[in-house]
């Protein structure tokens, strides 16, 4: 079994995949994704969300980072691809699922998956400009409104020479709302001849088995339920409790020594609150911490909080 890192567009950074990471069960990690649009994309924006590059394409405590490209025109896709591996990145991965609207009226993400033969060609140019040795994966959704292309979908990927496909077994239409249809993906595995990776609405080790036995996958990707229960993969993969609510805020503090002192607090407030939305579902505590710390804007004042929580349990 091979439990990977989801990417999550504003949340999930270099910095929380240091920290997940380091708290163990991980085997890969995907970056938020790089957006192509017109043009081949100077190192700059790919060390940006991917610093990890800088570091032979891992974490510090070793695991493998992957980046992600999203967007519609398979030459730019392709030249950018082959920059990411130039770089350092241990392979690409391809955006197909995206749901934001945004995303979507710009002709990229889960809004593909109305055009099978648009699919195919993006794998097949980015395939021919990666070198073999290096994965080309893939990420889809079920659909955008229903599932009647989703086998098509799946072959095309395929067939157009991806190494690996990752579903989010939910359609566009469906957004996160429970359930995730994991039967789906078996349904999947009988069309392609190559590792599929299950994910969605795994919260508990018990969803990942389930998961598992449903989707007759042995690997699967965590997004929400990995930042809702921050040891999340390690119980998967070698048992275990939950991680006490104390160390998850000495966790808290220091993402956010080192959010502010790599964006100088610019986007800290929004991600420590986008984290919190998380670990609200698997800790009481943070939702009464959350109801507080929503209605501030300086990051001192969120530090300042989480400190006097914090002192409050010692």
Same mark, same amino acid.
């Given at each position: 079994?091979?439990?990977?890192?989801?990417?999550?567009?504003?949340?999930?950074?270099?910095?929380?995949?240091?920290?997940?990471?380091?708290?163990?069960?991980?085997?890969?990690?995907?970056?938020?994704?790089?957006?192509?649009?017109?043009?081949?994309?100077?190192?700059?924006?790919?060390?940006?969300?991917?610093?990890?590059?800088?570091?032979?394409?891992?974490?510090?405590?070793?695991?493998?980072?992957?980046?992600?490209?999203?967007?519609?025109?398979?030459?730019?896709?392709?030249?950018?691809?082959?920059?990411?591996?130039?770089?350092?990145?241990?392979?690409?991965?391809?955006?197909?699922?995206?749901?934001?609207?945004?995303?979507?009226?710009?002709?990229?993400?889960?809004?593909?998956?109305?055009?099978?033969?648009?699919?195919?060609?993006?794998?097949?140019?980015?395939?021919?400009?990666?070198?073999?040795?290096?994965?080309?994966?893939?990420?889809?959704?079920?659909?955008?409104?229903?599932?009647?292309?989703?086998?098509?979908?799946?072959?095309?990927?395929?067939?157009?020479?991806?190494?690996?496909?990752?579903?989010?077994?939910?359609?566009?239409?469906?957004?996160?709302?429970?359930?995730?249809?994991?039967?789906?993906?078996?349904?999947?595995?009988?069309?392609?001849?190559?590792?599929?990776?299950?994910?969605?609405?795994?919260?508990?080790?018990?969803?990942?088995?389930?998961?598992?036995?449903?989707?007759?996958?042995?690997?699967?990707?965590? +997004?929400?339920?990995?930042?809702?229960?921050?040891?999340?993969?390690?119980?998967?993969?070698?048992?275990?409790?939950?991680?006490?609510?104390?160390?998850?805020?000495?966790?808290?503090?220091?993402?956010?020594?080192?959010?502010?002192?790599?964006?100088? +607090?610019?986007?800290?407030?929004?991600?420590?609150?986008?984290?919190?939305?998380?670990?609200?579902?698997?800790?009481?505590?943070?939702?009464?911490?959350?109801?507080?710390?929503?209605?501030?804007?300086?990051?001192?004042?969120?530090?300042?909080?989480?400190?006097?929580?914090?002192?409050?349990?010692?």
């Amino acid at each position: 079994m091979r439990i990977i890192l989801a990417p999550m567009e504003g949340v999930v950074d270099h910095l929380m995949r240091e920290m997940l990471t380091e708290i163990g069960g991980f085997d890969l990690c995907i970056t938020e994704f790089v957006r192509v649009v017109d043009q081949l994309l100077p190192k700059r924006v790919f060390t940006r969300l991917c610093p990890e590059l800088l570091q032979d394409g891992k974490t510090r405590s070793g695991t493998p980072v992957r980046v992600q490209l999203l967007g519609q025109e398979p030459q730019w896709l392709a030249e950018n691809a082959a920059r990411a591996v130039e770089l350092g990145s241990p392979g690409v991965d391809l955006n197909f699922g995206c749901p934001a609207k945004t995303v979507n009226k710009s002709k990229g993400g889960a809004v593909l998956l109305r055009e099978t033969e648009q699919l195919y060609a993006i794998v097949k140019a980015v395939r021919a400009a990666v070198p073999k040795n290096f994965p080309v994966t893939a990420k889809m959704r079920l659909g955008y409104d229903d599932t009647s292309l989703t086998l098509d979908n799946a072959r095309a990927l395929y067939e157009a020479g991806a190494s690996e496909l990752t579903v989010h077994a939910r359609t566009k239409s469906d957004g996160y709302r429970p359930p995730a249809y994991w039967p789906w993906i078996a349904q999947i595995r009988t069309v392609v001849d190559i590792p599929v990776i299950a994910n969605g609405e795994i919260w508990q080790p018990a969803d990942a088995a389930l998961c598992r036995e449903q989707s007759n996958c042995s690997d699967i990707m965590l +997004g929400r339920g990995a930042l809702a229960q921050p040891n999340l993969a390690a119980r998967i993969a070698n048992g275990g409790e939950a991680m006490p609510w104390p160390v998850v805020l000495r966790l808290l503090m220091r993402y956010s020594e080192f959010e502010i002192a790599g964006d100088k +607090g610019l986007y800290y407030g929004n991600r420590i609150k986008q984290w919190f939305s998380y670990l609200k579902l698997q800790y009481p505590e943070a939702a009464g911490l959350f109801a507080q710390l929503r209605l501030l804007r300086k990051s001192t004042d969120i530090v300042s909080l989480l400190t006097a929580e914090l002192q409050a349990l010692d």
